[in-house]
């Protein structure tokens, strides 16, 4: 696997392109911090007990893509991918059945799904669905930012994972 590119966002767009701009980069990042690792090392935990993995990021990564854009901003009302009401955390409980190509097509269909849906709405522009534990409404910019924080946050995980398993280092 190549390793993907990132680009650098702008230092003088405008808001939208700005949210657009970190999202991508952080989307970036991540796939940066799986690239040329094998699935067995994709799967290995950050410290146990903790289940934090790369795939596991990436599978998490996908269902909060999905929660976010699908269900939350169109309302399309959409079953999760990896997680259930049995185990809410179905996502890091990766197996050795689990691969990183299955789980990184499914991120980036849900990216693409994600841009096109951000894409047909305005900032201010209200979702559709409300959230199940507050009942407070969320716009596209409040939704953008919150996916900016929650990779970032995730990609500081990757970061140490990665080290861990073949000390590369590296923003």
Request: aromatic fraction near 8%; charged fraction near 30%; charge should be negative.
């Amino acid at each position: 696997m190549t390793m993907p590119e990132r680009t650098e966002p702008s230092t003088t767009a405008g808001e939208r392109e700005m949210l657009d701009g970190w999202l991508d980069y952080h989307r970036e990042t991540l796939a940066q911090k799986c690239a040329g690792l094998d699935d067995s090392r994709l799967r290995e935990l950050s410290a146990p007990p903790s289940e934090l993995s790369l795939l596991g990021l990436v599978r998490h990564m996908a269902e909060v893509e999905r929660g976010w854009f699908r269900n939350t901003l169109a309302g399309e009302g959409l079953d999760p991918l990896y997680y259930s009401e049995a185990d809410h955390d179905g996502d890091f409980h990766v197996t050795e059945q689990d691969t990183y190509a299955e789980a990184y097509a499914a991120w980036q269909a849900e990216i693409t799904r994600a841009r096109e849906l951000a894409a047909a709405h305005g900032l201010d522009d209200i979702g559709k669905t409300k959230s199940r534990r507050t009942g407070e409404s969320y716009n596209l910019r409040w939704i953008m930012t919150h996916m900016i924080e929650e990779y970032a946050r995730h990609n500081g995980h990757a970061d140490l994972i990665r080290e861990r398993i073949d000390g590369a280092t590296g923003d």
